[in-house]
């Protein structure tokens, strides 16, 4: 039986507990963005004592913009998890795993992760080294996209390689856009769907969480979940 529990810090950041070991995605930020939300110093505080963020085993960052990735927060979390191993597209940290290729793969005992360099959404952010992930454990496959261009043709490749997805964790507006959910029907096809990226209530600005929640509906062929609250928590087990 594959066990797989996804939490939610802020944002897009996540703890993943998965094949055994416990890896942080995007989890740690702390500037602001308008219109989003970030780890506040009460919210960090929280997630030290917290079960679901005890003891990471891998510190991953799909990028390094500041609604993603802190410094600051990841070298703290590394004084108190010293056997923490980051992993990120910049070279920021004594004995970090460096994602610098088109492809990287991480073999560990009970856990694959098949790393992709995968465009960011957005022209002017087309160079940002940015990259996507698939975490295998006994046959059950996680998928990461970051803020992975919509409908990238890369991803669309790199999952035909790699075969199904059970749980996806995509930002908002694969949902809320109709091409991203036409992506998701003929490419991801996930069984469980965990979309992020949503703002906290009060950081909802734009509108975005009453967006996806009318969107998600509309995504057929999936079990959609929205995770927009501090430690909220999705799990899957499947035998």
């Known amino acids: 039986m594959s066990f797989c529990q996804i939490t939610l810090s802020a944002n897009a950041g996540v703890s993943l507990t998965f094949g055994g ?101 957005g022209p002017r952010y087309a160079g940002t080294p940015h990259y996507g992930c698939i975490l295998e454990s006994r046959g059950f496959r996680v998928l990461i996209t970051g803020d992975c261009k919509l409908c990238a043709p890369e991803l669309a490749s790199f999952l035909e390689e790699d075969g199904p997805i059970d749980l996806a964790v995509l930002d908002f507006p694969w949902v809320t856009l109709p091409r991203g959910r036409r992506f998701v029907q003929e490419h991801i096809r996930p069984k469980i769907l965990a979309v992020c990226h949503l703002p906290f209530p009060g950081d909802d600005i734009y509108g975005y969480r009453p967006a996806a929640e009318k969107a998600a509906p509309l995504l057929t062929g999936a079990d959609v979940r929205l995770l927009g609250e501090p430690f909220q928590q999705l799990t899957v087990e499947d035998a």
């Open 21 to 121: 070991l416990r890896i942080w995605v995007d989890a740690l930020h702390d500037e602001k963005v308008p219109g989003f939300s970030t780890v506040t110093p009460a919210l960090w505080t929280a997630m030290q004592s917290h079960p679901a963020f005890a003891a990471p085993d891998m510190l991953f960052f799909t990028h390094c913009h500041p609604d993603h990735f802190s410094r600051r927060m990841t070298r703290e979390a590394l004084e108190l998890w010293p056997r923490a191993k980051p992993v990120l597209p910049e070279d920021l940290f004594p004995g970090q795993a460096l994602l610098s290729g088109r492809r990287e793969r991480v073999r560990l005992p009970e856990l694959t992760l098949d790393f992709i360099r995968l465009t960011h959404e």
